[in-house]
C-alpha cells in the first residue's frame, strides 16, 4: 500500500523539466507564428513575443506571388529524384556488401565508410567546380547528385543492416529452387529489407 502512494506522489521536478521543454520549443514557433501574420513594422515595435494587434494574412500572399509554390516544386523534385537514386543504387551495393565474400565488397565497404567520416565543406570547392565543369550549374541536377551521393554512405550502412539480420536459410532454400542472385534480390532481400530503408522511418 505504502509503495502505491509513493508512485502516486507527483513529481514536481519532472514536471517542471517538462513545462521548461515545452516554452523552450513553444515560444520559437509562436514567435515564427506571430512573424508571419503582422506587418513589419508592428512586429519590429511589439518584438517578437507580443500579441498581434491587426493580424494580416497579406505576407503569405506575397509569399505565393513571390515564387514560393515554384521553390516548393523544386524542392519535392530533388528530394523525390534523390530518395530515387539513392534506392536503385544503395539496395544493389548493400546487397553485394551483405552477399560478397570477396576483397572487392569488403574494399566497397570500407570505402563508403570513409564517406561518412568526409564532412560536406571539406568538398565544397571541388565539387561546385564539377558541377561547373560537367553544365550542371544552376539546375536541378545540381542539387540532386551532390545530395544522393551524400546520403549514399549512411544509406548503404543502414541498409547492409537490415539485410544482415537475413537469415542465411532463406539464401539457402532460394538458391536450392535454383533463384538467381538478381531473383533473390527482388523476392527476398528487399521485402524483407523494407523496414531498413532510410525512407521507411520519414
Not at 156 to 170: H, P
Request: a positive charge; one cysteine or more; aromatic letters at 10%.
Amino acid at each position: 500500500m505504502s509503495q502505491r502512494r509513493a508512485n502516486s506522489r507527483p513529481n514536481y521536478v519532472a514536471g517542471f523539466a517538462a513545462f521548461a521543454w515545452l516554452l523552450i520549443i513553444g515560444v520559437p514557433l509562436y514567435a515564427l507564428l506571430n512573424i508571419a501574420v503582422q506587418p513589419q513594422t508592428k512586429y519590429t515595435d511589439g518584438g517578437p513575443i507580443s500579441i498581434p494587434s491587426s493580424p494580416t494574412f497579406q505576407n503569405f500572399v506575397t509569399v505565393v506571388h513571390s515564387g514560393f509554390l515554384g521553390y516548393l516544386w523544386n524542392t519535392m523534385l530533388v528530394a523525390a529524384a534523390t530518395v530515387a537514386i539513392v534506392l536503385v543504387l544503395g539496395v544493389p551495393v548493400s546487397y553485394a556488401v551483405v552477399r560478397g565474400r570477396g576483397w572487392i565488397s569488403r574494399g566497397i565497404f570500407r570505402l563508403f565508410l570513409i564517406g561518412l567520416a568526409i564532412p560536406a565543406q571539406a568538398v565544397i570547392i571541388p565539387l561546385f567546380l564539377l558541377i561547373n565543369r560537367l553544365g550542371y550549374y544552376d539546375t536541378l541536377w545540381g542539387v540532386i547528385l551532390p545530395t544522393a551521393a551524400f546520403s549514399m554512405p549512411v544509406s548503404v550502412l543502414v541498409i547492409s543492416g537490415g539485410m544482415r539480420e537475413i537469415s542465411g536459410s532463406l539464401y539457402e532454400a532460394m538458391a536450392l529452387d535454383g533463384a538467381k542472385p538478381a531473383q533473390v534480390l527482388v523476392k527476398l532481400v528487399v521485402p524483407l529489407s523494407r523496414s531498413a530503408s532510410p525512407c521507411s522511418t520519414r
